[in-house]
């Protein structure tokens, strides 16, 4: 399998969340917004779709 370079950002991840939420007729605050980025996040590492690349 090829190993392919991905970026994710969580503001990213936070802007599709709020767009998707106020779609379905919620209005996240943007603290929740940034929970839930932060958790798809952690989540994406857990599961090793992504692996975390720290900068130095």
Do not use: Q, S
């Not at 603290?31 to 952690?42: C, G, N, Q, R």
Request: proline share 2%.
């Amino acid at each position: 399998m090829k190993e392919i370079e991905v970026f994710i950002d969580t503001e990213e991840i936070a802007e599709f969340f709020f767009h998707e939420l106020v779609r379905r007729g919620y209005v996240p605050t943007e603290e929740e917004l940034e929970e839930i980025a932060d958790i798809t996040f952690e989540y994406l590492i857990e599961k090793c779709i992504i692996d975390e690349d720290v900068d130095e």
